[in-house]
């Protein structure tokens, strides 16, 4: 099977448990890079790395 290199907003949302909006306001505020390729994606690597630059750290308030 081919490991994927991409990932949709949706995609990540349902990864994170959360909601595409949530996502697309970490991308706004910068915490999460994105490409636009007709729509915005998410490279693998990049939600690892975000997901170990903010362990331990609470961004919920980051919707405000």
């Known amino acids: 099977m081919e490991e994927r290199l991409l990932f ?3 995609e990540v949302a349902k990864i ?3 909601s595409p ?3 697309y306001k970490l991308i706004d505020k910068g915490y999460l890079p994105s490409i636009k390729l007709n729509s915005t994606k998410i490279l693998k690597e990049s ?4 997901l170990k630059e903010n362990e331990g750290k ?6 405000k």
């Open 16 to 18: 994170l448990h959360s």
């Open 21 to 23: 909006s949530y996502i």
């Open 8 to 10: 949709s907003v949706h």
């Open 47 to 50: 939600l690892i790395q975000f």
């Open 58 to 63: 609470d961004l919920s308030k980051i919707m």
